[in-house]
């Protein structure tokens, strides 16, 4: 008898499934990215804005970052744990005014950039990030 049996595998692949699960990923991504707000410095760098005048009498504390990582505040040389101190001391001194400007070198490590902004974060300072020396 010539009857054939159709053993003939199938090589398609059903996508139909894995589409499905695709956008479930999808819009799970979507609801939790959106449910998470990041925690960033805010931070207003110098430019062409329209903004106030400076008033003298309110002036920045101005820190400056060397390369081989000390901290001068005002002028005068300083570290880590005494410029916080200082910086919390310009906050009680001057309140919601309190105002700051970050000068690092061109070689400053960014470690120490980010510590000198995370102090103004944390005390509420508004701080300015001029461009590297």
Known sequence: ????????????????SLTDIIFLLLIFFML?????????????????????PVDTKNKPAVV?????????????????????????KFKTAKGKDAVMSITPDAKASNEDVVAVMDIAYRFEIKAALNDPR
């Not at 008898?1 to 139909?16: D, L, P, T």
């Not at 939790?32 to 106030?52: D, H």
């Open 1 to 16: 008898m010539g009857i054939k049996k159709k053993s003939k595998v199938s090589a398609a692949f059903n996508m139909s």
């Open 32 to 52: 939790t990215s959106s449910a998470i707000v990041p925690n960033a410095l805010n931070l207003q760098l110098p430019g062409k804005k329209s903004s106030t």
């Open 64 to 88: 400056n970052i060397s390369s081989d990582g000390t901290f001068t505040l005002n002028g005068k040389n300083i570290d880590i744990v005494t410029l916080e101190e200082q910086l919390v």
